[in-house]
């Protein structure tokens, strides 16, 4: 495989970073539903992961917009080619929306977004019980959108690598390797140096 056929190193790296990170934000949404003990300190931590999460997306999408990704396939099916766009779409709208929209869902309860000390983020809608209710309702209906989205993703990769074993799983998993250096002649190397 080529230089061209790989993701450059800052997408690499955004990738499979932000791949704990949002493992980590579905479980840790989870734990907040089904523990009423853990959850103060569950929220504590969902709060500034999504932002992280946000900030991110937006470095990754930028790199993304500058650096083409790498080619499919030529002889991958048309409808596995669609999918692969298609889902990468979704995947980008739902790491943008959903941070913005766990910052919305705070704002509608009246909640602050803290950063770190006194800093906190603005409100992005104003305080109502209502649209409160309604966000976070669709935060959860996202939310559950990732994690199927996550999966598929995840079992598309799998499928590159251990079925197709086409380049495309060692694209985003590794850098291109280096060239290795050039063979040898036997009788060149075998050869008297004049000198000798």
Known sequence: ???????????????????????????????????????????????????????????????????????LPADLPRWQAIAARASHVVLYALMLVLPVLGWAVLSAGGYPVTLFGDVQLPALVPADATLYALLRLAHGWLARLLFLVVLAHLSAALFHAWVRRDGVFASMARG???????AVDAAVATAPVAGD
């Open 1 to 71: 495989m080529s230089a061209n056929r790989h993701f450059n190193a800052l997408a690499r790296g955004l990738h499979w970073l932000m791949a704990v990170l949002i493992l980590a934000m579905l479980f840790i949404g989870a734990g907040m539903v089904a523990s009423l003990q853990a959850r103060p300190w569950l929220i504590a931590l969902h709060r500034p992961l999504g932002l992280a999460i946000l900030l991110l997306a937006l470095l990754r999408l930028g790199n993304r917009l500058r650096h083409a990704p790498p080619p």
């Open 176 to 182: 291109p390797r280096a060239a290795p250096p050039p």
